[in-house]
């Protein structure tokens, strides 16, 4: 930790983690994206489908830091409860808002989405730290992981049947259309992050919190990543081998899909905590420390800013311009998305330097 008692490796993580986030939500064209900066169309696994799993992953990590930092300063829960909830409205409010972009059409609104699941992830790890243990917190998430498992194989969607994992056919999907307004919905009538997957990326954010605690009450470095690693290496391989029962699929965020991406979190989190904090790496960390300083108002900016480049025919203009100049479609949805990046730099630079951290 620095001076300031932040963890730099958190920090380091979270930026390359939101960085990430960015480059695959913003191609130049949904239709020429390579593969492996697109999601896996239905069952395994692409480099992709770790990253939302991996903030997740930090969102636990965060709550068990600052809570414990915050309590040992001398606040209390219920003000710390309180603030958690008008957190989660702020970002539950501004995911639902980004969706009416740019013509305010709010017959285009629609209830799931990223930060909405971000916003209930960090309200349930929240309130779990608060008022309960660590053990309890694991109990829970095996339970979850384990009730998961048990409603897609045996409870039956009407006129389909039970243990079918098909798109739009599954029983997550159908309780979707059962919970949620159908007018908060997409036109296909369910969502990735829609209500029942949210139960497992909850599980996932509490392995978060484990880490976090582990953090927190951890004083040799050595062990700690030691910890991790075999923490992370146990979980993957749970993941894998439930897979031979339950696929990993991340669009409804099957248990193995849970286990596998935690278990990969722990790792890559080892090796960035045992770089920065043990090996004390300098060198090329400031560009993710600046992103990973304001990650979620940086994640909304970039909503912004790219639906500004649409309207001002600036995303056309620049994405025809490189396809008649010989570039390749791939190529050039790729630098575009870079370009998404690179310009959603400049205003976390800018909060950085100023010493301003949004915390929606």
């Known amino acids: 930790m620095n001076n300031n008692n932040r963890l730099i490796s958190l920090d380091v993580f979270r930026g390359l983690t ?3 986030m960015l480059l695959v ?7 020429a994206i390579y593969g492996s900066l697109e999601h896996a169309k ?29 309590l040992d300063a ?5 003000e710390l409860l309180t603030k958690s909830f008008w957190r989660f409205v702020k970002i539950f409010a501004i995911g639902m808002f980004l969706k009416i972009l740019p013509t305010f059409d709010f017959s285009r609104i629609e209830l799931p989405g990223v930060l909405q699941r971000i916003a209930l992830v960090f309200i349930a790890c929240a309130i779990l730290f608060l008022y309960t243990g660590w053990k309890r917190q694991l109990y829970i998430a095996l339970g979850i992981l384990a009730a998961y498992v048990l409603a897609l194989k045996f409870i039956p969607v009407p006129n389909i049947g039970a243990g079918i994992l098909d798109p739009g056919k599954n029983l997550t999907n159908w309780m979707d259309g059962v919970v949620i307004p159908h007018f908060l919905l997409n036109k296909k009538g369910y969502d990735s992050e829609g209500f029942l997957s949210t139960f497992p990326a909850i599980a996932s954010g509490i392995t978060g919190l484990m880490a976090g605690r582990l953090l927190t009450i951890s004083r040799d470095k050595q062990k700690t990543v030691q910890t991790f690693l075999l923490t992370g290496l146990v ?3 749970a993941g ?25 979190a ?40 790219e639906t500004l480049y649409y309207v001002t025919g600036l995303h056309d203009f620049a994405m025809t311009t490189m396809v008649n100049s010989g570039i390749y479609i791939y190529t050039a949805s790729l630098l ?19 010493k301003i951290f949004i915390k929606l």
């Open 42 to 70: 239905w069952v395994g696994t692409t480099p992709t489908d770790f990253v939302f799993p991996f903030f997740i992953f930090i969102v636990g990590i965060s709550v068990a830091l600052a809570f414990t930092k915050q």
């Open 25 to 31: 939500n913003f191609p130049g064209s949904w239709g």
């Open 74 to 78: 001398g606040k209390t829960k219920s």
């Open 235 to 237: 979980l993957t391989i």
């Open 18 to 20: 939101i960085a990430a």
């Open 266 to 305: 722990f790792m890559v989190f080892a090796l960035i905590y045992w770089l920065v904090e043990i090996k004390e790496l300098k060198t090329g960390l400031k560009p993710w420390i600046i992103f990973g300083s304001n990650a979620i108002a940086i994640y909304v900016l970039a909503d912004v800013f």
């Open 336 to 354: 575009w998305a870079i370009f998404s990046v690179l310009t959603c730099f400049v205003p976390a630079y800018i909060l950085y330097r100023k």
């Open 240 to 264: 894998y081998g439930l897979s031979l029962y339950l696929p990993i699929i991340k669009r409804i965020w099957t248990s193995s899909y849970a286990l596998v991406t935690s278990g990969w």
